[in-house]
């Protein structure tokens, strides 16, 4: 699938499609509205309701999601969640991929993965200069992750970090760290 509005039509229509078999009562938001690509309230009581932005890539080898700017700012709300759609090879009759993550999360990812390999120390000097607002991140950092629909029925404050233990320790590497106002910045979760 070449066309991008195509590629995440079908990532956001997924997610909605797998949400309603949960149980949870989702919704499309209109173009435009920051941060959130899908609104969903669970049926069941007490009725919580999620945010979910979807970023969908395509499988063809070394898949990875770009994450600007504005998906790295830190979540709002425990509402905020990302889901990233990885779509399968060939005539999409196969089941996509799925990672459902906690926006924090995500963000700390996006900003570690980036520094890191800005900041690589085996680089050759100068040509590493893509800002942190193009990060990509391939689908190793979201493995544990995958197909947990079950974190959406907590808060994503609370969510355990399933990130890989390579990330953490890149966070802790001073060429590396963690913007100011990400909430792990002075103190990183264990994970």
């Keep these: 699938m070449a066309d991008n509005k195509m590629t995440k039509s079908a990532g956001e229509h997924w997610v909605c499609s797998?949400?309603?078999?949960?149980?949870?009562?989702?919704?499309?938001?209109?173009?435009?509205?920051?941060?959130?690509?899908?609104?969903?309230v669970h049926s069941q009581p007490p009725r919580r309701m999620i945010e979910v932005q979807v970023k969908t890539a395509n499988d063809l080898g070394k898949p990875n999601w770009m994450i600007n700017s504005m998906a790295q700012q830190p979540a709002l709300s425990e509402r905020e969640w990302f889901a990233f759609v990885l779509l399968p090879p060939g005539d999409g009759w196969q089941t996509p991929r799925t990672?459902?993550?906690?926006?924090?999360h995500a963000a700390a990812a996006a900003w570690i993965v980036h520094q890191a390999w800005l900041t690589d120390p085996t680089a050759t000097p100068g040509t590493r200069n893509t800002p942190a607002a193009k990060a990509r991140v391939n689908v190793e950092v979201w493995k544990g992750y995958e197909n947990r629909w079950d974190l959406l029925d907590g808060s994503a404050f609370t969510c355990p970090v399933l990130l890989p233990g390579w990330v953490r320790d890149m966070a802790l590497e001073e060429r590396v760290g963690l913007p100011p106002?990400?909430?792990?910045?002075?103190?990183?979760?264990?994970?």
């Design 181 to 191: 106002e990400h909430p792990w910045h002075d103190s990183l979760p264990n994970w």
């Design 18 to 40: 797998v949400l309603a078999r949960l149980g949870w009562a989702a919704a499309l938001t209109r173009d435009g509205l920051e941060r959130t690509d899908i609104l969903a």
């Design 99 to 104: 990672f459902i993550v906690p926006r924090d």
